[in-house]
């Protein structure tokens, strides 16, 4: 099984939309998109992006995709 999360910023600017769409419909052209699995946090900021990472590594997820550089580094701080 392929469980890949996403941890975005709010779809309701155009950066957050577009990187969700972009993520929802690469993983559903693949057959492994599951919503339970993306995260919004508020922000595009390290600790939102942090705790997001946290409750993704209790879903037992196989990787995880920041939408920015800077939630991905938090992605890989709480996996450390």
Known sequence: ARRIG???GSRETVPGRMRSEGFESALRGVGCFDP???REVGGF???DGVKAARSLVEEAIDAVVGATDLLALSAMH???
């Open 78 to 80: 709480a996996a450390s």
């Open 45 to 47: 900021g390290f600790a």
């Open 36 to 38: 339970t699995l993306v």
């Open 6 to 8: 996403l941890i975005t």
